[in-house]
Nanobody
Framework: QVQLVESGGGLVQAGGSLRLSCAASRSIFGINAMGWYRQAPGKQRELVAAFVRGGSANYADSVKGRFTISRDNAKNTLYLQMNSLKPEDTAIYYC?????????WGQGTQVTVSS
């Protein structure tokens, strides 16, 4: 079963940028459903951005125009480029892959945006 490891989180000032990476333990070629979710303290986990069947990407309204999801199948890696970060983007960011009927999650990476 594929394992996912996120990296790239950290502390950044409002208006700054970060790029998150999600490295998979095996090829992600053929895994159509991959995406990023986040969970802020006291809130439910929510979708940030995800690739869906057909290769198109969906984004949460709150991040449209600021975040970009991408993938490099040759490197077995999913990315999330985050620009114009806001304090409300502070959360733990999780990588997700849908493999058959199984949802696989990484351990998460903390993103903190200071005002």
């Amino acid at each position: 079963q594929v394992q996912l490891v996120e990296s790239g989180g950290g502390l950044v000032q409002a208006g700054g940028s970060l790029r998150l990476s999600c490295a998979a333990s095996r090829s992600i070629f053929g895994i159509n459903a991959m995406g990023w979710y986040r969970q802020a303290p006291g809130k439910q986990r929510e979708l940030v951005a995800a690739f869906v069947r057909g290769g198109s990407a969906n984004y949460a309204d709150s991040v449209k125009g600021r975040f970009t999801i991408s993938r490099d199948n040759a490197k077995n890696t999913l990315y999330l480029q985050m620009n114009s970060l806001k304090p409300e983007d502070t959360a733990i960011y999780y990588c997700n892959a849908g493999v058959g009927v199984v949802d696989i999650w990484g351990q998460g990476t903390q993103v903190t945006v200071s005002s």
